[in-house]
């Protein structure tokens, strides 16, 4: 197959591990006969360095020529005091809304050669396997009225049936093809727009009777998260609320420098992204991990371009690099010398 | 001192752990020589089936005639189906609202006998002692417009200034008393009311040259509640946030069931509650732990009558029983009896 793939490495450690990611793409190609072409592009704060915008025009072009994109991450103390119109978030936030990207999936898997990283205790996350389904394009995010004066600020948490719908849907959709669970998480207690939210879930559900649904209150998911993770399959949610819940769940495995998320719309067309941050500290030292970029490229493989045994073939490879007990500094044992960003990636891309 | 204290029981096992602490209290009041009157009142479900209305105006009456609340808890299966105007966390809405109550404390601290019950690892919960200061009163649970049609629904998240800087200015009156550190917590790069928010604290910091400020999105402080949570002192947050947080924070030290809340206004009236809920499952059946309700109870001797001593002995009782080796269901471990909720607000009693 042949495929255009806009690559927008963004900030801090953005470069490095969307670099070895696309390393990683083009061993694929060679092995599975496929052609990629890769076209680069600026976003947060480089963009703003170079366009004076965190989402130029140039960057939207190439990715609506492209079919995915693959993201770093951005973000840097450099842009931290920028009016809001030019800070490096506001790229992303633009990005989501310009191409409709209304689903945000994350999954967290237990890594069993990373597990004596989480802050639980191993046997409450050895069996973790979730998906989190957020809403990425409505909400509190992209409510109006939204504005500030001195002496008092709003913002608007909107849902349409039809936002919530499908939204929904994909969370079921996935969940037929897991353990056959969504958790729908509002706050049906106090919000209007959460009641609207179950009432659509009860609706949807009748068309998928072999799913099994249960409702939960924002407060009780965080709880539950931390007490009973490996009781979730698919959690589906709102932008805030998910936004919230899935930071908290990236931690509980010990994971978090491995976990990839697609947000992606109905046609096919997605972004793909390390769900770790910039890191402008570590940024250049050959000391990022760029698993969660190259499990992300993987997403993006599996979900965007249909290539399942590519997709596969990258994930295993990285978990034989873990399991022969090479890894980056940032999961690096006290005594162990870690392998540098690129030295990890060429042992990856070797198995590969 | 003469006091009056409004007793709420509510429902599940509400009437259990509250008639414990009412115990204790008038142990407490024979001690120290002081007057208690306890006033009975309707809340929740149990108010629902009695007057028709979670928050019948006789317990509002009541509570206005007292120096402070004692509530149990609300809620369980027999209302949750009723329409929002009848349920029983409406009672607990509208009585916050109606006596102004903004601001919600919450101490979550690691209790030594109970470590080993934590989700987390131990090593990261030892030196927890944290306080979240959560709005209670405006933000997304009080906001206008609030409605839903068929398809579509809204609410409105709105803070004025003088509603932030109470708030904030309580949390760094509470960060004097302790370690000296606040963090503030918002979604700045998304949100208006979280901009409105931050440029408050900054103003009151000023105010508090001895106070550490910190500011962390509330994605990122679901995170470090998790992977170090003994990095807080006391958090400060809007309504929504500080309900997740707080409930999340909850579970970290494993210790639930020991954690009570006040929430309170200026003038030293307010309304105290273990942060537990209703648990209809095990209610009137001996098992209901009211260690929280007893440390509610203490909360408000501290705080609204100002008996930091009589306080002082309630915890130091139920520090010792459990020292003791002495638990309640909830906590026993597999082959050890525990005691019933009778028994052990007995043995809190005598050891008072
Ligand atoms: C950077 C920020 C605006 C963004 C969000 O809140 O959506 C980030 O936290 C995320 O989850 O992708
Ligand atoms: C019952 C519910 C309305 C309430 C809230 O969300 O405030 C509860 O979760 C709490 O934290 O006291």
């Not at 963004?10 to 006969?33: N, Q, T, W």
């Not at 945000?104 to 046997?123: G, T």
């Not at 989190?132 to 409505?138: K, S």
Request: charge should be negative; glycine fraction near 8%.
């Amino acid at each position: 197959m042949e495929k255009r793939i806009a690559v927008l490495p963004g900030d801090g450690i953005g470069p490095e591990v969307i670099g070895s990611a696309v390393k990683v793409l083009e061993v694929i190609a060679r092995r599975f006969h496929h052609s990629f072409e890769f076209v680069q592009g600026y976003i947060g704060g480089a963009a703003v360095d170079s366009f004076g915008t965190p989402l130029p025009d140039e960057t939207i072009a190439l990715c609506e020529k492209s079919d995915a994109v693959l993201l770093g991450a951005v973000g840097g103390p450099k842009w931290d005091q920028n009016p809001s119109e030019t800070r490096p978030e506001k790229g992303l936030l633009a990005i989501r809304k310009h191409f409709g990207l209304f689903a945000n999936i994350r999954p967290v898997k237990a890594v069993p050669a990373i597990l004596h990283r989480s802050p639980l205790k191993e046997d409450l996350v050895n069996d973790v396997d979730l998906v989190i389904v957020r809403e990425l394009t409505g909400g509190l995010y992209f409510g109006e009225p939204s504005r500030k004066t001195h002496d008092a600020a709003v913002d608007t948490l909107v849902y349409t049936r039809v936002e919530i719908d499908r939204i929904v849907r994909s969370a079921f959709d996935l969940a037929r093809m897991r353990r056959k669970k969504v958790t729908s998480v509002d706050k049906a207690n106090v919000l209007q727009s959460s009641r609207l939210w179950r009432e659509v879930v009860e609706e949807v559900r009748t068309g998928y009777p072999d799913i099994e649904v249960e409702h939960q209150l924002v407060d009780s998911a965080a709880m539950k998260l931390i007490t009973n993770p490996a009781a979730f399959d698919v959690i589906v949610t709102e932008n805030m609320f998910g936004d919230i819940l899935s930071d908290e769940a990236s931690v509980i495995t010990g994971s978090l420098g491995l976990l990839p998320s697609a947000s992606v719309r109905t046609d096919g067309f997605g972004l793909y992204e390390p769900v770790h941050g910039s890191a402008p500290d570590v940024a250049g030292k050959g000391l990022a991990n760029p698993a969660a970029a190259m499990l992300s490229a993987a997403m993006m493989l599996r979900q965007s371009f249909g290539m399942e045994e590519e997709a596969a073939a990258i994930e295993l490879a990285i978990q034989t690099v873990y399991e022969e007990g090479h890894c980056t500094a940032d999961l690096a044992s006290p005594g162990v010398r870690p392998m540098t960003t690129e030295q990890w990636a060429a042992r990856v891309a070797e198995e590969v």
